[in-house]
Nanobody
Framework: VQLQAFGGGLVQAGGSLRLSCAASGRTLSIYGMGWFRQTPGKEREFVAAISRNGGSTNYADSVKGRLTISRDNAKNTVYLQMNSLKPEDTAVYYC????????????????????WGQGTEFTVSS
């Protein structure tokens, strides 16, 4: 499966943005999906994940209550709705797919993901 993340740009602190991750090559419905982010000089970190069946989600503590991950298998797309954005949310965001060992588990470890998109970058200005 090939993944393409888009939706990045520049947004003011407190604003909102929605990232999308479109899949091609295979149906997204067989994969659990996740979002990760990376800033210069730091390790890539987990942001959010959603299970293959959409029934479970998982979030990093730093984004709980502000970000929402969702999926539309009919459109082969996963979304990351981000509200109340902070400058520390500035990063390159990557979407990833895992082979969904369990249909109702949202995985948070990078090693559990086999496929990665190229990333989309956005900046939150203060």
């Amino acid at each position: 499966v090939q993944l393409q993340a888009f939706g990045g740009g520049l947004v003011q602190a407190g604003g909102s943005l929605r990232l999308s991750c479109a899949a091609s090559g295979r149906t997204l419905s067989i994969y659990g999906m996740g979002w990760f982010r990376q800033t210069p000089g730091k390790e890539r970190e987990f942001v959010a994940a959603i299970s293959r069946n959409g029934g479970s989600t998982n979030y990093a503590d730093s984004v709980k209550g502000r970000l929402t991950i969702s999926r539309d298998n009919a459109k082969n797309t996963v979304y990351l709705q981000m509200n109340s954005l902070k400058p520390e949310d500035t990063a390159v965001y990557y979407c990833a797919a895992n082979p969904a060992y369990s249909s109702n588990t949202a995985y948070s470890r990078q090693w559990q993901y086999d496929y990665w998109g190229q990333g989309t970058e956005f900046t939150v200005s203060s």
